[in-house]
């Protein structure tokens, strides 16, 4: 039985994760802010094989860690974990012009610093064993970067080289680092990625972002469930070799390779295309209307 602690485990494919690591038999310690999620959580884990225990967590609070560091020693009689899974994260959207530095900020301070800090602080006890595991959920976003995504991607590209520097840093104390590029997943991550849109009365962008609904609908409409997800996430916890990286699903990886040998006009071209982002729809008059108020309107 591993002692598995995951961040973002009230929603998606945190949640998903969670619940298929108990019912294989593992002691799963599941994170997130939001308690009354988390109690659901642990009474529908109840009655399954291994056990699940929740602790309140907020990745960017420095106390809120502290706090989590002691409630797992408490749980697990001063072991701590054998797998480390670093999943929560949000994705923050808009024009890379509109998006303001306390926004990016707080991107970052989720995406990277709370996975920093997580690392930090659950590191040491694995490092000290000779043995354990950080799983790190990174992104496609992490490897190709999308009009209007460039922020979140910017999160996800810095995680694919932290868990590259690290991943050779702790291979001598036999710690294993993977990272698990997730393509659309159907989760809550898209309604909450369209919700950090907003633009500014008379925005050059507005057309683009007025479209943006649909995207959603592409999203969705392409989206795989969190199943793909927790295959990886299980395989890099427990597998005896775990992969460095595992693209969920797996079939995305063939755009990594058409990526590397297409022209990046060319690819710029089609990524301009998809969004909208060309002169003709930039000229389009829009209502100033921001547009997460008309997507919380449409949802
Ligand atoms: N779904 C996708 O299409 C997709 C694609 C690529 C990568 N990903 C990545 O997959 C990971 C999980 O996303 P998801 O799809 O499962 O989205 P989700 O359904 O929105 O779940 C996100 C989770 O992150 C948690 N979270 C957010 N901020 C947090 C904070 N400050 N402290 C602690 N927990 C926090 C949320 O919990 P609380 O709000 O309760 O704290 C929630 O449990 C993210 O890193 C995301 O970037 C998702």
């Known amino acids: 039985m591993k002692t598995i602690l995951i961040t973002g485990a009230t929603a998606g494919i945190g949640r998903h994760a969670a619940l298929d690591l108990a019912r294989k038999g593992h002691h799963v310690i599941a994170t997130g802010r939001r308690k009354a ?11 399954l094989a291994g056990r699940l225990d929740v602790v309140v967590l907020d ?8 706090a989590a560091v002691s409630a797992v020693d408490a749980l697990t009689d001063g072991y701590g974990l054998d797998v480390l ?14 998006v303001s530095d306390a926004v990016v900020r707080r991107q970052f301070d989720t995406n990277v610093f709370g996975l920093l800090a997580m690392t930090r602080a659950f590191l040491p006890k694995m490092r000290e064993r000779g043995r354990g ?11 190709v970067t999308f009009p209007l995504m460039g922020i979140y991607n910017a999160t996800k590209y810095a995680l694919e080289s932290i868990s590259d520097a690290l991943r050779n840093e702790v291979k001598p104390f036999g710690v ?3 990272i698990v590029e997730p393509g659309p997943i159907a989760t809550e991550f898209n309604d909450r990625a369209m919700e950090t849109i907003d633009v500014v009365d008379g925005s050059p962008y507005a057309p683009v972002v ?6 959603r609908k592409q ?31 797996g079939y995305l990886a063939l755009m990594f390779f058409f990526l590397a040998i297409l022209p990046t006009r060319l690819v710029d071209a089609v990524m301009r295309r998809v969004s909208g982002l060309t002169a003709k729809n930039l000229a389009r008059e829009t209502s100033s209307t921001p547009v997460s108020r008309k997507i919380a309107k449409a949802a």
């Open 219 to 249: 999203f969705e409409s392409n989206a795989s469930g969190p199943e793909v997800t927790t295959r990886a996430i299980v395989h890099a916890s427990l597998a005896r070799r775990p992969r460095v990286r595992y693209v969920a699903p």
């Open 37 to 47: 999620a988390l109690d659901t959580l642990a009474k529908e884990a109840g009655s």
């Open 176 to 178: 294993d680092v993977s």
């Open 133 to 143: 595991r950080v799983v790190n959920v990174g992104s496609i976003g992490g490897r």
């Open 85 to 98: 899974v670093n999943n929560a994260g949000y994705g923050q959207m808009g024009p890379i012009e509109e």
């Open 59 to 66: 990745v960017t609070s420095e106390s809120s860690i502290a």
């Open 210 to 215: 007025a479209a943006a609904d649909d995207f």
